[in-house]
């Protein structure tokens, strides 16, 4: 297309869509790379084309900087009356990676306010139904966007603890102070 070539000739590293190759049934992300006569001759020589196995980005997308056993970051768009989610759910147990979640259907999750222009932090619940907060973002360029949520029992357990722990202490208080002014 005329604008893959200008941006080429421009200098800039084009990304395609993902696509599903046919032959083997997987998904894979182009990428063209624009190659010049020299570092000072800006002429175009040529353009190497690159085939991403996505699975290599999903598995970085898995890897959450701190412990935790309901994180989980997910690649989204919108396909039609449709969210489409390619990166494989954690707790998804259907056979295929790629989830489709009607958008009339399921509002609450966050994949879904997400493809619906959706931007920042929300409370919502994923797809089995589980209350989650969610940080949505779209991914520059592409008509995807990167869902990053946590179930929120875990967000708010060592919240919890502590409460508990502030309930317990002023209870002591309390009663101490009671027996304190009771002898007085």
Not at 37 to 63: C, K, M, T, W
Request: charged share 20%; glycine share 10%.
């Amino acid at each position: 297309t005329p604008q893959v070539a200008a941006s080429l000739r421009a200098g800039k590293i084009m990304f395609g869509d993902l696509y599903r190759n046919e032959r083997n049934r997987r998904t894979y992300l182009r990428a063209l790379v624009p190659v010049f006569a020299g570092e000072r001759d800006r002429r175009l020589v040529a353009v190497v084309a690159f085939r991403i196995d996505p699975a290599q980005i999903y598995s970085l997308l898995g890897n959450w900087p701190t412990a935790s056993k309901t994180a989980q970051t997910l690649i989204a768009r919108r396909e039609g009356n449709e969210t489409l989610i390619i990166n494989g759910l954690s707790f998804h147990t259907g056979t295929d990676p790629v989830l489709r979640v009607p958008l009339e259907e399921k509002r609450e999750m966050p994949a879904v306010q997400a493809v619906l222009g959706r931007v920042g932090i929300m409370k919502g619940r994923d797809h089995r139904g589980v209350p989650v907060v969610a940080s949505l973002h779209p991914i520059p360029g592409s008509s995807w966007v990167l869902v990053s949520q946590m179930a929120a029992e875990e967000i708010y357990a060592p919240l919890q603890e502590r409460l508990w722990w502030v309930i317990v202490l002023v209870g002591l208080l309390l009663v101490g102070t009671g027996m304190g002014l009771g002898l007085v």
